[in-house]
């Protein structure tokens, strides 16, 4: 693919589409204290608008392969666009006309639903759209979106909450980005690049790509860990108001976009595997100077962790080619597997101990993590899938 073959309308789709699943999905972290107080649940009970929302990828995942040899990948990504909208509407619909938590367990189901198609989608489009030199930079480009969409999360919930909207409306207004995204996507010239919007997945054995599954895997958990959990950490740990501690997270998303950005606009030598490593090693050390000395370390991670997922994906494509089309619905699908998991037992431990033994889970994952993708070969395909 040369570079006048680049689908730009493909891109941009891939981009926004990431754009709004990372507007919505930060959106709930700054207001978990509140959701909590509100509903008046525990953590325990509380985290399951998490872990919902991953059971719910984790059926879109499962059967990946099934609706990507069935629908188009735009097609595909406009039905997750209107998940997407409902499960943001439904959050805020449960909590204005009275609080029911069945309810906002069920918008966060189908807010699920949209999350793992939308991760599939965007991620094999951008492989379709661009030739091999310019796959790692677009793929940053790709989750810089995520990085910016995280970004300006918390910051559209504190101009929302001055402008005395407050976060159930909040949650109205978002689910107009995913709708303007699907009709938008109608207007796009896409019918004569029809040889990219079909996929052709083969089967898999899980057994011969386990490994890369939870190396993708374990460093989601770690980063949503600290997404997710920031602002309740160091509130309840630190005893800080909202302001301080979402300062803190308006940190780490933006130092996430700025390694993001800087990926995709400057050539960095060295292989995606060595910056796979250093990704990892960096992040640890910054786990644990976070959760032992002070917490700023714990924003300084969205650094070290935004070129993982681009230089990953990168890897997945330089290792195993077109074949990386079949072994994305797997990844994705084990990535839902262990943020249910993730999340549970963050609520777990938060509820019967404290949520800064929770944190730990954190740079456990990050070990674990790095211990895997020593044992891969760094370049060579494995063997026959």
Known sequence: MTKKHILWQFILLSYLGLFSFGLIDNSRGPVYP??????????????????????????????????????????????????????????????????????????????????????????????????????????????????????????????????????????????????????????????????????ITQKIKFTNVYKICLIFSLYVASEIIVSSRLVYYLEETYKWDKTSASLYLSIFFFLLLFGRLSFSMISFPGKSYNWLKASL????????????????????????????????????????????????????????ITLICMHWAVGLIASFSNIHHAMFLGPVFAVISLCLLFTERPHLPDKKL
Request: net charge positive.
């Open 34 to 199: 509140e959701i909590l107080q509100g509903f008046n649940v525990l953590p325990s009970k509380g985290s399951w608008i998490f872990s919902l929302s991953s059971l719910a990828g984790l059926v879109t995942t499962l059967s990946g392969n099934l609706w990507l040899r069935s629908f188009s990948t735009i097609y595909s990504l406009r039905i997750f666009l209107l998940f997407q909208a409902m499960g943001a509407f439904g959050i805020g619909f449960s909590a204005i006309y009275g609080f029911s938590f069945p309810l906002l367990l069920l918008a966060s189901f189908i807010l699920g639903l949209s999350s793992g198609g939308i991760g599939i989608c965007t991620n094999i489009m951008i492989s379709q759209s661009v030739p091999k030199r310019l796959r790692r930079k677009t793929y940053a480009g790709l989750h810089a979106m995520y990085g910016i969409a995280s970004l300006f999360a918390p910051i559209f919930l504190s101009i929302t909450s001055r402008s005395d909207i407050d976060w159930k409306h909040h949650f109205y207004l978002v689910a107009f980005i995913p709708l303007c995204i699907f009709i938008l996507s109608f207007f796009l010239n896409i019918k004569k690049d029809k040889h990219c919007l079909k996929v």
């Open 281 to 336: 090693i960096i992040s640890l050390v910054l786990f644990v100077v976070g959760l032992f000395i002070h917490p700023i370390a714990l924003a300084v991670l969205g650094l070290s962790q935004s070129f993982f997922f681009p230089c990953a994906m990168d890897w997945l494509y330089e290792k195993h080619g077109k074949l990386a089309d079949s072994i994305m619905p797997l990844v994705m699908t084990i990535m839902a």
